[in-house]
Antibody
Framework: QVQVVQSGAELKKPGASVKISCKASGYTFTANYMHWVRQAPGQGLEWMGWLNPNTGGTNYAQKFQGRVTMTRETSVSTAYMELTSLRSDDTAVYYC????????????WGQGTLVTVSS | EIVLTQSPGTLSLSPGERATLSCRASQSVDSTYLAWYQQKPGQAPRLLIYDATNRATGIPDRFSGSGSGTDFTLTISRLEPEDFAVYYCQHYDSSPFTFGPGTKVDI
């Protein structure tokens, strides 16, 4: 069965960077896009962008352009999301989610990674 | 950027009742590239409906989606206790794939 497992919670200081991993199993890693979505405490869902694990191509929401980098390591079926210049309002649960087989609805979600930004 | 608006913000209903949730897009969503997700407290969202009308694997048939263009609806025909949650719509027509603000269905 498809599984997407994320790395654990992070505590970072303002200005620092965080890199979250998302390990996929149960399907061909390069066959589906991987998306990243975040959710601030008590707030809604915010789409950050996608990664094409086959080519390494990316598409970022404009809000995060210049601060986010999505990469992958195909040998271990893992996608990564790095966010730099962290601010307090980056405190959120970050999710990776696998796209569908032919369209980019978010079919399989990771469990979420809490990133807390605090001095 | 396509902006999604959901209404109502909160829907207070009882088990067994019908729930009708609305999602409106600021511009037409091409080819019904719209999904609905359910999220319960402390959990990741779960895909319910994709392509506006198709139930995801394992989703009970009391959930149904309809609509096209700019107006979409999620209907829960008879609420079960486990259906009380927050529901989000999302389009995947063109980047950015924005979400609506959510509708909370509570008792």
């Amino acid at each position: 069965q498809v599984q997407v497992v994320q790395s654990g919670a992070e505590l970072k200081k303002p200005g620092a960077s965080v890199k979250i991993s998302c390990k996929a199993s149960g399907y061909t890693f390069t066959a589906n896009y991987m998306h990243w979505v975040r959710q601030a405490p008590g707030q809604g869902l915010e789409w950050m962008g996608w990664l094409n694990p086959n080519t390494g191509g990316t598409n970022y929401a404009q809000k995060f352009q210049g601060r986010v980098t999505m990469t992958r390591e195909t040998s271990v079926s893992t996608a990564y999301m790095e966010l730099t210049s962290l601010r307090s309002d980056d405190t959120a649960v970050y999710y990776c989610a696998r796209g569908g087989d032919y369209k980019e609805f978010l079919q399989h979600w990771g469990q979420g990674t809490l990133v807390t930004v605090s001095s | 950027e396509i902006v999604l608006t959901q209404s109502p913000g909160t829907l207070s209903l009882s088990p067994g009742e019908r729930a009708t949730l609305s999602c409106r897009a600021s511009q037409s969503v091409d080819s019904t590239y719209l999904a609905w997700y359910q999220q319960k407290p402390g959990q990741a969202p779960r895909l319910l409906i994709y392509d506006a009308t198709n139930r995801a694997t394992g989703i009970p048939d009391r959930f149904s989606g309809s609509g096209s263009g700019t107006d979409f609806t999620l209907t829960i025909s008879r609420l079960e206790p486990e259906d009380f949650a927050v529901y989000y719509c999302q389009h995947y027509d063109s980047s950015p794939f924005t979400f609506g603000p959510g509708t909370k269905v509570d008792i």
